[in-house]
């Protein structure tokens, strides 16, 4: 039977948007909410959460981010990058997967960030690709976003982008080569010379009278500032559809309009749409297939179902947010457990949404993950692994490498 | 460089002044000797730990990372012979504020190539994560080569790069203040004639209040600037005690005509420090680390740049080319040492030097690079760093090593004690955030004098 990786989401207080509105029971305090109080965005929190992930064996975990307020959720929230770079060089296995939406940074930041972030946790990073509309970002950044089937063109061209950007250094091109005096070799060195698709003037004041929603071509000539990072490229994780498959490491599913949310071990016999969506999004060329599942859990204190009813009480989720669009699971600790034993072999892995993380992650590092490497269900992530090697992914061939 | 033997301490306008120290990490230039056994990866993140953590053992204020956003050409091919690649300076000091308690860290960034919506939350993202020890270098490189990589690519104007900057910064100190008395971010609205924008911040405001902001510039536009907006400069002044002075009394006037005290700017000038234990080793020493640096490779190299072709056939040994530079003007190349002087008067001027003296290309070259900063021993460069910040010429310096990560050793452990000795520098943090540890006052927007003044 093969591996499930474990991923969770680990953004401000929890993964259902009204988790920072509701008041976390004294029982279930844990190390990191105790010393971190009322502080949701500071440093401490952040170091607790992902050093308790990492010690209970969690492949990755993510970031998710908005340059603009969520129009449910937090209002407050540190850059997803810059937290994933916080924690790289205290952890040492665990991947560190910040969402980055590719129509709001720019593309060549984004791929020097994104290399940095490998370098510093010597090849744990990951791209979670942002998707959907971030409203007020045109604001925001003076000038037009591109919206709907523009911006998943867009979103194409900037994968295509970094891609290359991240190949623009050959492995080896750095020779320090004393005799000739030669720091890099400068053949190993490679001019990108990508443009987008798009019509119009590119982005500048200019374009201040163009409509939101058009999609400004852009150009990037490259080399990157960065050399090759130590997985060659970050690892891709992208919700399926978002990306042509083959531009994706880890394609996120979660269930159709018309498919029930909720999943139970019984609901995964036979053809379940969970076997449907992972085997769509094989087809379409994803190395791996993670399920996305959103999970309230039962506490010392409250059944789930009155947990869940709380939460949605607070704030109902959004369509299309990352909690409306994954998977249901609420009930105890053993349920999910069995769950995420059925889910063997239908899906490469599952990142679970934690309700509350002071909550739910509590209970899923202290219950389910043990249980499930009792199992030997869950891969453990070596020390100085990188993600590609704990995802079994090979490290990516430079397009720009002679003979390649 | 200045002796120490000046005025006695009680005639200083600054008698009890510190030396505030910085350490700059690797710029893109030949300074950093990569040939050396004893250099380390530059981009091994380890490499930057171990300076960050050295400078903190040696009760730095700063950690500073440049930046350079597209690879340096010279006569249209990628410049090789120098250190070359490095990390985005955020990402790379947000890792480096998980392993550090007190240092602050500078990341350098460019006002014309990025969205101040999306730099102000990255920035306030560091100071957050760090404790109130983060802070902004603002620099303001515009040309559209640097733009080709970039969604807007040569679009600003030269001269309005210090209107970008001075608007990119007031919408990022709107955006660092736009909380309500419960904390709650509000609406910011900022239009000016290059910055337009409607945004509400998601970053709460750090332990520093905002992080702190340097500038590198140093025409008389950047020095306005600083004047107005900026709280450092990280000058070009760090050699000639009497020019340093000059620089500092005219940032002072400039400060003063901005509206503000005019201790308010701190100068930190680039400097680098060559110790020995006594001055002939101290000599000795320097005179090694410049043929280092400047490796035959790297004389034909710069002797190029001023001809305006690739000479890199020559023989470094040999004459200079007799012919005149194919150029009017020396090249716009990054890192160009003279950029924009008339290229065939500096070749004759080196020729007829050459001739004189009977040197090769690389004797010419090497006689040329004037020797930058401190060459003495622990005691004497004390004295010297002592002098300057006492004498009001800087009130620090910003080191960069000629080798990493092992370069800053023997300043922290040699020459730091020299000046605890002599009452110059802090024997321990008294404050937490890098604003604390510079003596600064709150942020200029905080302030009420200032807000009338602009008014
Ligand atoms: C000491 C010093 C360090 C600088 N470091 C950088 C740097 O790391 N990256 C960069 O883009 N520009 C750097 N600059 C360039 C300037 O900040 C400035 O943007 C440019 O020189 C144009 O401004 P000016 O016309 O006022 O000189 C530096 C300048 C000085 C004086």
């Known amino acids: 039977m093969s591996a499930l990786h474990l991923a969770v989401e680990l953004d401000g207080r929890g993964a259902h948007p009204g988790a920072h509105l509701v008041d976390t029971p004294p029982l279930t305090r844990t190390a990191w909410s105790d010393t971190a109080g009322s502080d949701d965005v500071g440093p401490e929190r952040l170091r607790r959460a992902v050093a308790a992930a990492q010690d209970a064996g969690v492949t990755f975990v993510t970031f998710d981010d908005s340059l603009t307020p969520a129009p449910a959720g937090p209002a407050l929230r540190v850059d997803a990058v810059t937290r994933a770079a916080f924690v790289a060089p205290v952890t040492s296995r665990i991947g560190l997967v910040p969402l980055v939406h590719p129509g709001v940074t720019e593309p060549f930041h984004v791929a020097s960030q994104l290399a940095s972030l490998d370098h510093a946790s010597r090849g744990r990073a990951g791209w979670l690709v942002g998707s959907g509309d971030v409203p007020g970002a045109r604001a925001a950044l003076d000038r037009p976003v591109a919206a709907g089937d523009d911006l998943r063109d867009e979103t194409a061209d ?79 994780v992208a919700r399926a559809g ?140 070596r020390p100085g692994a990188t993600l590609r090697d704990t995802l079994g992914l090979a490290r990516p061939a430079n397009q720009f490498a002679r003979g390649a | 460089m200045s002796t120490a033997t000046g005025p006695s301490s009680a005639d200083y306008p600054r008698p009890h002044a510190h030396v505030h120290l910085g350490v700059f990490f690797q710029g893109v230039n030949h300074t950093t000797i ?81 969205d101040p919506a999306d730099l102000a939350r990255r920035l306030a993202s560091l100071d957050v994560l760090s404790g109130g020890r983060g802070a902004w270098n603002i620099v303001t490189t515009d040309n559209s080569w640097t733009g080709a990589n970039f969604r807007r690519g040569g679009w600003l104007d030269h001269e309005l790069r210090y209107v970008r900057a001075a608007e990119f910064v007031e919408a990022a100190q709107a955006l660092w203040d736009a909380f ?140 200079l080319p007799e012919h005149d530079p194919v150029v009017k003007a020396i090249g716009e190349t990054r890192g160009t040492p003279r950029p924009g002087r008339d290229a065939v008067a500096v070749a004759r001027a080196w020729r007829e030097r050459a001739t004189e003296q009977g040197f090769s290309i690389r004797e010419l070259v ?57 009452g110059a520098y802090r024997t321990e943090y008294t404050g937490t955030t890098l604003r604390e540890h510079l003596g600064l006052r709150a942020p200029v927007p905080h302030r009420r004098t200032l807000v009338t003044a602009d008014a």
Do not use: C, M
């Not at chain 1, 039962?298 to 939460?311: K, V």
């Not at chain 1, 590092?365 to 891969?379: C, E, I, T």
């Not at chain 2, 004037?370 to 800087?394: I, M, N």
């Open chain 1, 158 to 236: 900037v994968a295509r982008t970094l891609a290359a950007l991240w190949d623009s250094w050959e492995d080896d091109a750095v020779v320090r080569d004393t005799a000739t005096g030669r720091f890099v070799d400068r053949e190993r060195l490679h001019k990108v010379d990508v443009t987008s698709g798009g019509s119009g003037a590119t982005a500048s004041p200019a374009t201040r009278d163009v409509p939101d929603g058009v999609r400004a071509p852009f150009s990037v000539v490259g080399p990157l500032i960065v050399p090759r990072g130590p997985q060659g490229r970050p690892v891709v």
């Open chain 1, 242 to 381: 978002v990306l042509p498959g083959t531009a994706v490491d880890v394609a996120l599913v979660g269930p159709g309009a018309d498919d029930d949310a909720r999943l139970t071990a019984a609901s995964l016999a036979g053809d379940s749409w969970v076997a449907r969506v992972a085997a769509q999004a094989r087809a379409d060329g994803a190395p791996l297939v993670v399920l996305d599942l959103a999970v309230v859990l039962d506490t010392a204190d409250a059944g789930a179902p009155a947990r869940a009813a709380e939460l949605d009480a607070a704030t109902a989720p959004l369509p299309g947010s990352a909690w409306a669009s994954a998977a249901r699971w609420s009930g105890s600790a053993s349920g999910l457990v069995e769950l995420l034993l059925t889910l063997r072999g239908v899906v490469d892995g599952v990142r679970v949404l934690p309700a509350v993380q002071d909550v739910d992650l509590a209970v899923l590092v202290r219950d389910v993950l043990p249980a499930l490497r009792v199992a030997r269900a869950v891969p453990t992530p």
């Open chain 2, 34 to 114: 990569w040939s050396d056994p004893a250099s380390g990866s530059q981009i091994d993140f380890e490499t930057f730990r171990e300076v960050a953590q050295t400078a903190e053992r040696g009760l730095f204020d700063a950690f500073f990372l440049g930046e350079g956003l597209r690879l340096r050409e010279q006569n249209g091919l990628l410049h090789d012979l120098d250190v070359v690649g490095r990390p985005d300076a955020i990402t790379q000091l947000s890792a480096l504020a998980a392993v550090t308690r007190r240092i602050g860290l500078v990341a350098t960034q460019n006002v014309t190539y990025n």
């Open chain 2, 180 to 319: 309500d008395d419960e904390g709650a971010p509000v609406e910011v609205r900022y239009a000016g004639r290059t910055v337009e924008l409607v945004a509400t911040p998601t970053v709460p405001r750090s332990a520093q209040g905002h992080p702190v902001l340097f500038q590198a510039g140093d025409s008389p536009a950047g020095r306005d600037f600083a004047a107005s907006h900026a709280e450092v400069i990280f000058s070009a002044h760090g050699t000639d005690h009497a020019d340093a002075l000059a620089f500092a009394h005219d940032v002072r006037r400039r400060t003063v005509a901005a509206g503000r005290p005019e201790d308010d700017v701190k100068i930190l000038p680039g400097t680098q420090i060559i110790l020995g234990a006594t001055p002939d080793e101290a000599r000795e020493k320097a005179r090694w680390v410049k043929e280092q640096q400047v490796t035959p490779a790297t004389a034909l190299s710069l002797i190029g740049q001023v001809w305006g072709e690739d000479l890199s056939h020559l023989d470094p040994d040999g004459p």
């Open chain 2, 366 to 422: 090497l006689d040329q690079e004037r020797q930058r900063g401190f060459v003495g021993t622990p005691s004497s460069v004390a004295d010297e760093l002592a002098h300057w910040v006492r004498s009001g010429a800087s009130d620090g310096f910003n080191l960069t090593p000629w080798v990493v990560p092992g370069g800053l050793d023997d300043v922290v452990d040699r020459l730091v004690p020299e000046l605890q000795e002599r």
